[in-house]
């Protein structure tokens, strides 16, 4: 599931403080495990272990 907020939106900041502590983008929530992530490089290295590698569309 995604949500999203336009930038500056109480609602969006609000959700990600009480879950990450902070509003940085870009986050996870894997529901599946519990685990909470931000950073692409922490979820993408995240994805891997769980899913498999390859199993999640990179961006350039």
Request: avoid cysteine.
């Amino acid at each position: 599931m995604a949500v999203n907020a336009p930038p500056g939106r109480p609602e969006k900041d609000r959700v990600m403080q009480a879950l990450f502590g902070s509003s940085i983008t870009p986050a996870l929530w894997d529901t599946r495990t519990g685990e909470l992530l931000q950073g692409e490089e922490a979820i993408n290295s995240y994805l891997d272990r769980p899913y498999g590698p390859g199993t999640i569309a990179r961006t350039a």
